[in-house]
């Protein structure tokens, strides 16, 4: 099945210990045509501040719910750099999102 990207929008994320918000956007490569970031609003939970999260976090698709599951907790959102629209997104700050999240990311082996 093939799914537009509008389709996407509004879609609910759920970190590793609850809910962080809905998708708002998506940042696509256009150099190698591939999907870089998810834009998450985090509506009344951290008032409306947006975050990014890599599809390399994403651990499910739930397409009936239209829910997303992130490799994230709840604490490594609160604490990561917030996402401005108005700025592009250069190397440094994509580096720099990988640090408070690599607290808050649970490993496979957590899974057990």
Known sequence: MLW???????YQ?????????AVDDLLFDEAHWTLRWL?????????GRKMLATPQWIRDIDWAERRVA??????????SPEYDPRASVEPRYEA??????AGGRRSRADEG
Not at 13 to 21: Q, V
């Open 4 to 10: 537009r990207c509008a389709d996407f929008k509004g």
């Open 70 to 79: 992130v490799d994230l907790t709840r604490e490594a959102v609160r604490t």
């Open 96 to 101: 720099s999102l990988h640090g408070p999240y």
């Open 39 to 47: 834009v998450a609003d985090t509506g009344g939970w951290l008032s």
């Open 13 to 21: 994320i759920a970190a590793t210990d609850g809910s962080i918000g």
